[in-house]
């Protein structure tokens, strides 16, 4: 049997690598956190998309690396608040604020919106990267809507406000494989490690 494919992950979320590790598993690849993320020089998330952000940050560490880097750029986007935070997510409540006050800025600013109102968006860009180059880009996403509180207490950022309407609870009251078999990350990931398998993305590695 051929060794698992290994993807080293840019990022220093550990709610992100402990879902993609697990993703990794169930498709035949392995990945591990790239090593001595935080000694590299910073890659600035400055770009207006998704895609930009996500393909910017894999291609700048795999410039540090022979290995293939998978990066990720996501967020959350909600139509009523004119697609916010979108790709401000992760600093929405500014630079030094913490997951429960972006959670708490969002549930603010969303107090006034019922019913289809609250609908609202995770999106996932993922990005895979060697030697400085991004060779495989893929996207995905998924529909809820917001709660008027957080509910539950698994994972992480924006999961106790986004409800999902298939399994009839909050992502953050969601088991991981749950999450993983619905959410946009796993969407997004599925359909990279599928065109890394292609002999096209191999014979580029080889
Ligand atoms: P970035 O992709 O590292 O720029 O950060 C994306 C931000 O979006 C995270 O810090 C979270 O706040 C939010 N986010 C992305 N994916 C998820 C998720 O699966 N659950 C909850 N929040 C998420």
């Keep these: 049997m051929p060794a698992p494919l290994r993807l080293f ?20 690849a392995r990945i591990d956190l790239l090593a001595d993320f935080d000694g590299f020089p910073a890659y600035e998330e400055t770009a207006p998309t998704f895609a930009e952000n ?16 998978l990066a990720d ?20 409540a500014g630079p030094n604020a913490g997951d429960a006050d972006r959670v708490e800025k969002v549930l603010r600013e969303m107090r006034t919106f019922e019913g289809e109102e609250r609908l609202a968006q995770f999106v996932c860009v993922t990005a895979l990267a060697r030697r400085g180059r991004a060779f495989i880009i893929t996207s995905d996403s998924v529909e809820g809507t917001l709660t008027k509180r957080p509910v539950g207490s698994g994972g992480f950022g924006y999961d106790p406000i986004f409800f999902l309407p298939q399994i009839g609870r909050t992502y953050a009251e969601a088991s991981r494989e749950e999450k993983n078999r619905l959410s946009h990350r796993g969407k997004a990931f ?3 490690l599928a065109l890394l398998n292609e002999p096209v993305s191999l014979a580029w590695l080889a």
């Design 54 to 69: 996500a393909a910017g940050k894999a291609e700048h560490y795999s410039r540090f690396t022979n290995e293939i880097v």
């Design 190 to 192: 599925r359909k990279a």
């Design 9 to 28: 992950l840019a990022s220093s979320n550990p709610g992100k690598l402990h879902e993609y590790r697990l993703l990794a598993e169930d498709g035949g």
């Design 73 to 92: 750029d996501s967020g959350l986007v909600v139509p009523a608040l004119k697609g916010a935070p979108g790709v401000y997510s992760a600093r929405y």
